[in-house]
């Protein structure tokens, strides 16, 4: 009930692992869903509202190491990211194998807690930071650069000797480009509100991140694979390509594509097609709406941006997942998963 995310592990199992707000994973293999839960931490995992267990993501070489990393809220309302294994002998986690990586404070409110996890082409795992809550970001967290709050992160947890996390050598604030280190070293973008759901193309590597806006656009950012870092997406000074609040916009990353809030009002990322059944959908980034479930495709082409509707759906669109064939998955939060396939 209420899934929230839906990843595959890239071992060749055919799995779809679908991770549940209150605090499991589930295992969809064929169609169906498995009696046996991959993992059940909901005696740690904090559900209310926007918060709970919020991510899932397997390393590259998963079947070799036989571990994962999870993204949840717990009782204190922080946001933790955590490294569990496998059961020795079975294909499921072991809850007793929890290594918290990291605990990041979210005392004030309960909603923007982001929380998408991915694995970048590069092997790093880039993890998206809500704001910190309230309305208008009263906290000021998306542009502190002192704050992890409402940042794109990217981490190293999987070279030999990490135990929790290193930062990458050329992530853009290390003491070489910030000797006074007044930006914090984990931090790879900043200027986001809520952005629920971030993904690669899995054959160009470009980074897409939606980003949930406050009162007027709802927002999908590009960020190339060539990128070094540092993007500023502009919130609170800006929402997409308004002015939000008085500050200097200047250096800011506009999105690819926005849209008002007559179309929807909460993005929901999800993922650029590269499977090989809808020729039709090749390339396009598809998207939706949680509240109104309408679901877009955009593409860049040489004259500019090409963004479509796809289909106007009766969904709470919660995620998008991917399979290891690249075929997409649309996910209702109410608890239906739907494969997207050539209309008949």
């Known amino acids: 009930s209420q ?16 991770v549940e707000q209150a605090g499991q994973i589930r295992i969809v293999q064929g169609g169906t869903v498995q009696n046996t839960p991959f993992l059940d931490i909901r005696d740690r995992v904090l559900n209310n509202g926007e918060q709970g267990l919020l991510s899932l993501a397997f390393p590259s070489d998963y079947a070799a190491k036989r571990r994962f990393y999870v993204y949840y809220t717990n009782p204190s309302g922080n ?4 490294r569990f294994q496998l059961q020795a002998n079975s294909e499921v986690g072991d809850p007793a194998t929890e290594q918290v990586l990291f605990s990041v404070p979210h005392p004030t409110y309960t909603n923007h807690n982001g929380g998408k996890l991915a694995f970048g082409p590069d092997g790093y795992l880039y993890v998206g930071l809500g704001d910190g809550g309230g309305s208008g970001d009263p ?19 999987e070279s030999p000797g990490v135990t929790t996390y290193a930062i990458p050598s050329n992530n853009p604030f290390t003491a070489a480009n910030d000797p006074s280190d007044r930006v914090r070293d984990e931090i790879w973008a900043s200027g986001l509100r809520n952005p629920w759901r971030i993904s690669f193309d899995r054959q160009t590597g470009d980074l897409y991140i939606a980003d949930v806006g406050e009162r007027a656009r709802e927002e999908v950012n590009l960020q190339p694979v060539t990128s070094r870092g540092g993007e500023n997406y502009g919130w609170n000074i800006s929402e997409g390509t308004l002015p939000f609040s008085s500050g200097d916009s200047t250096g800011f990353t506009l999105p690819l594509v926005e849209y008002d809030h007559s179309q929807g009002r ?14 039709g959908l090749q390339g396009a980034y598809v998207y939706g709406d949680f509240i109104t479930g309408r679901i877009w495709g955009v593409r860049r082409t040489q004259t500019g941006v090409e963004n479509k509707l796809l289909l106007d759906s009766p969904y709470n669109l919660s995620t998008f997942g991917e399979d290891q064939q690249g075929n997409l998955y649309a996910v209702d939060f109410r608890g239906g998963i739907y494969r997207i396939t050539v209309p008949t």
């Open 3 to 18: 899934p929230v995310d839906l990843v595959n592990a890239g071992d060749g199992s055919g799995r779809l692992f679908v």
């Open 79 to 82: 946001l933790v990211l955590s």
């Open 139 to 157: 906290l000021g967290n998306a542009q502190n650069p002192a704050t992890l709050l409402g940042k794109l992160l990217r981490l190293d947890v």
């Open 266 to 279: 909460s993005i929901t990322g999800g993922y650029v097609y590269r499977g090989a059944e809808y020729a």
